[in-house]
T-cell receptor
Framework: KNEVEQSPQNLTAQEGEFITINCSYS?????LHWLQQHPGGGIVSLFM???GKKKHGRLIATINIQEKHSSLHITASHPRDSAVYIC?????????????FGKGTHLIIQP | DAEITQSPRHKITETGRQVTLACHQT?????MFWYRQDLGHGLRLIHY???????NKGEVSDGYSVSRSNTEDLPLTLESAASSQTSVYFC????????????FGPGTRLTVL
């Protein structure tokens, strides 16, 4: 069973700062997901990646398959980026058994 | 627009009662999932389905059941609700396997007294 660790658990930063959230997992995977959960509780998928890097606006996700590690970066952070960011990977590494999740990183961006 | 909905959004019930939480998606996705979210544990997989009449147990399936009679719906039943099942429940769906994006419903907050 895959185990997921995220760091930091909590992060408070000032508007404009560069943010990095880390995720490591224990079993080789086919893909990794980054999710965002806003204070209202809704969950949206930000990225799904299996290699390299993906960019969407100010968000960048990278993955190193050999090191079993992924990072989510936010450039020019803004208070609206305040949310919980969650990393998820396949439960058994492969593609057929549902996802297992990190406990999330609670990010607060202060104006 | 395609969407995934859950009902009810909030539910209070008593210990021992049977409770069913509804999940309906109009994406025409084959895969549907139920998760629970608790402080200190994050999201955990309860049950999942890869198509009509297919159901599978997840990490925390004890006390829960699902059935899939059509593509659009995957209801989650708590046969005899327990206080330990007080949680926020999320339904999700995806087109393919775990390498596909999952789309989450808005969640149901269940309180078992």
């Amino acid at each position: 069973k895959n185990e997921v660790e995220q760091s930091p658990q909590n992060l408070t930063a000032q508007e404009g700062e560069f943010i990095t959230i880390n995720c490591s997992y224990s079993v080789g995977i086919s893909a990794l997901h980054w999710l965002q959960q806003h204070p209202g509780g809704g969950i949206v998928s930000l990225f799904m990646l299996s290699s390299g890097k993906k960019k969407h606006g100010r968000l960048i996700a990278t993955i190193n398959i050999q090191e079993k590690h992924s990072s989510l970066h936010i450039t020019a952070s803004h208070p609206r980026d305040s949310a919980v960011y969650i990393c998820a990977v396949p439960l058994e590494g492969g593609g057929a058994d549902g996802l297992t999740f990190g406990k999330g990183t609670h990010l607060i961006i202060q104006p | 627009d395609a969407e995934i909905t859950q009902s009810p959004r909030h539910k209070i019930t008593e210990t021992g009662r049977q409770v069913t939480l509804a999940c309906h998606q109009t994406w025409n996705h084959n895969n549907m999932f139920w998760y629970r979210q608790d402080l200190g544990h994050g999201l955990r997989l309860i049950h999942y389905s890869y198509g009509v009449h297919d159901t599978n147990k997840g990490e925390v399936s004890d006390g829960y059941s699902v059935s899939r009679s059509n593509t659009e719906d995957l209801p989650l039943t708590l046969e005899s609700a327990a206080s330990s099942q007080t949680s926020v429940y999320f339904c999700a769906s995806s087109r393919g396997d775990d390498t596909d994006t999952q789309y989450f419903g808005p969640g149901t907050r269940l309180t078992v007294l």
